[in-house]
């Protein structure tokens, strides 16, 4: 049984069509589809089927599956299933055509960097010709026009890629009619312009190649006021010069092609920081993103966003994870420090950052519009279709990062942050907390090295929190003082002011680093987490919390939200809260409440 999503939807058994009745049920097996294998709730379904759900919407939905449960053919593969919360369509990947799509597109890819351009285009030119139109065509549904945009933007990538091969394999004449029919549908694609340039060009006509490119340019500057990119810029230099490069054609039998890892467009580079040569543990989340990043929608961007406490390692764990990501996005690899937290500098306007990422791209610097709204549109449409890797490191909320997004295709954003609520919408989450105690030791034995020797190290590890860079600090420390053993490190470490003077080097300040967030907090949550931080006792539920302060309950639980979404507090359990060892060291650094701060938070109350 075959399911096909790229044009209309439709279900075919042994290649005869499978009747599907109305709107409706194709709608629902639409839905289904898009989210095969996973369960579907059933408030997604009715979202799904109608703006404006009616009473019986349940109900009918209910009629709908039993309707569609019907129509199909039965499946040793799994079928559909009734689950707690809704509906799971179990069908096999290679069933669906936009899974073989995906699966051949990336084949394709993976043939050609290795330099097997005639495999590479065959693969392609299946995928292509698995299209019978747009993706879901004729379906009307938010979910599934964003998918459908998704995977039409992968389709015209392919073509490109497709286009290019065919070029080089010498068929430039033969490609000339259907690439002025792609170029006149899609006149803002400049990859597949320049394919029709070289075409052009490659068959005798050098004034007609000259004219395509001149066309696109009066296109782009009267509709975005925008100049054609690097690359097609750089081709019509080449096509005006009569150079070798636009000349080129198909390598002989005897010579191997190009790996396209040699001829990347302008701009792709890889910008991303070096990954840590000891970088330790955390095996549960990197095998918590690596399910994030392959279980997606074909063509959508993924978004994870890790979260924590500053020091705690959501650089480390990002930078080292897209590291391992690399080959899967060889589009570029772009990183960039928003400063949400720092101490040198403010907070990086999101069209400053904006401005990196384009120059990074290879954007000239005319080319680059000055508003916001209109960098955000060039960086998008440069991405579009592209495999691409974004790391936007230190981001201090949602605003500074929702115009660096992409909006469409294979790109993968990975997003640190100490504030919950920048996860934009649509992301996944991933708060991060303190190592393993295990993984604690080793790193800092890995940190120490032979300053540590086999000395037991649980005692150290716990004072300073499990925290990756309390770990670093402390066992540099160790390790640039020949004459300390691990017993001076953890002497030093049994008091919150020992703490706080030893958890520094010459650039580094742990207090410093953790009092960065203190500060983000408004008035009323910084004095509510220095009261907290400094009773005795170091887990509060509401009551205890009320009692310690002075305030009431709805004012307590308003302030354990917020110290929860800022990263100054761990949640053990529902509605109680615990402020872990360094960071009650750190509101003991700071600068103690006025002698009133409990009476002013209980009269804000």
């Not at 050609?112 to 379906?139: H, K, P, Y």
């Not at 001149?214 to 010069?241: M, Q, S, V």
């Not at 990975?414 to 996860?423: D, N, V």
């Not at 989450?429 to 540590?452: I, K, M, N, Q």
């Amino acid at each position: 049984m075959e399911f096909l999503v790229l044009g209309p939807v439709e279900v075919r058994e042994s290649g005869i069509p499978v009747r599907l009745r109305g709107m409706r049920q194709r709608r629902l097996l639409a839905l289904l589809l898009l989210n095969a294998r996973r369960t579907v709730a059933m408030d997604t379904l009715v979202d799904g089927l109608w703006q404006d759900p009616p009473a019986s919407a349940r109900h009918q939905v209910h009629n709908a599956i039993r309707d569609l449960r019907a129509a199909l053919p039965p499946s040793d593969g799994g079928g559909l299933i009734t689950m707690d919360i809704g509906y799971r369509l179990d069908v096999p990947p290679d069933a669906v055509d936009a899974h073989r799509f995906t699966e051949w597109t990336r084949a394709a890819r993976a043939a050609r960097r290795e330099g097997r351009d005639a495999e590479a285009m065959r693969l392609l030119q299946s995928a292509v010709n698995l299209w019978r139109g747009d993706a879901f065509t004729g379906i009307d549904c938010p979910a599934l026009t964003t998918a459908a945009a998704g995977l039409d933007e992968q389709r015209l990538t392919a073509v490109e890629e497709l286009m290019e091969l065919r070029l080089a394999a010498g068929e430039a004449a033969s490609l000339v009619a259907e690439l002025s029919e792609l170029t006149a549908g899609y006149p803002l694609r400049d990859a597949l312009r320049g394919s029709l340039m070289l075409a052009l060009y490659r068959s005798g006509r050098q004034a007609d190649a000259l004219a395509v490119y001149d066309e696109g340019r009066r296109l782009l500057a009267d509709e975005l006021g925008l100049e054609p990119g690097p690359r097609l810029r750089r081709l019509h230099g080449e096509i005006l010069a009569d150079a070798p490069q636009a000349q080129r054609e198909a390598p002989s039998p005897d010579r191997p092609a190009t790996p396209r890892s040699a001829t990347t467009r302008s701009g792709h580079g890889n910008y991303l920081p070096r990954d840590l040569p000891d970088f330790t543990g955390r095996t549960a989340e990197l095998a918590l993103l690596e399910r994030a990043v392959d279980d997606r929608h074909p063509g959508s961007p993924r978004t994870i966003t890790i979260d924590g406490m500053g020091g705690i390692g959501k650089t480390a764990l990002a930078v080292h994870f897209a590291h391992r990501r690399t080959a899967d996005h060889p589009d570029g690899q772009y990183y960039i420090d928003l400063h949400g937290y720092s101490t040198a500098r403010a907070p990086l306007a999101p069209e400053d950052a904006l401005g990196v990422l384009l120059r990074s791209d290879g954007a000239a610097p005319e080319a680059i519009p000055t508003g916001l709204a209109e960098r955000s549109a060039v960086w998008r449409s440069r991405l579009a279709g592209r495999r691409a890797l974004l790391v936007l490191d230190n981001a201090a909320d949602a605003a500074q990062v929702a115009p660096l997004l992409p909006g469409t295709g294979d790109t993968l954003t990975l997003i640190t942050t100490r504030h919950k609520p920048t996860a934009p919408d649509g992301a996944r989450s991933l708060p991060l907390g303190a190592l393993a105690p295990a993984d604690a030791e080793t790193l800092f034995r890995r940190v120490a090295g032979d300053a540590c020797a086999d000395s037991p190290l649980t005692q150290t590890v716990t004072l300073c929190g499990h925290h990756p860079l309390a770990l670093r600090l402390a066992a540099t420390r160790l390790r640039d003082r020949p004459s300390w053993t691990v017993p001076d490190v953890t002497a030093r470490l049994l008091t919150t002011a020992g703490r706080a003077a030893f958890l520094r080097t010459a650039d580094r300040d742990l207090m410093s680093v953790l009092a960065l967030s203190h500060e983000r907090l408004p008035s009323d949550a910084r004095q509510f987490h220095r009261t907290l931080a400094r009773h005795p006792a170091t887990t509060y539920d509401v009551p205890q919390a009320c009692a310690a302060t002075g305030l009431a309950p709805s004012a307590v639980e308003r302030l354990f939200d917020t110290l929860l979404d800022h990263n100054l507090a761990d949640e053990p359990s529902p509605a109680h809260l615990t402020i872990p060892l360094l960071l009650r060291d750190c509101a003991h650094a700071l600068t103690p409440p006025a002698p009133d701060a409990v009476r002013h938070l209980t009269a804000v109350a």
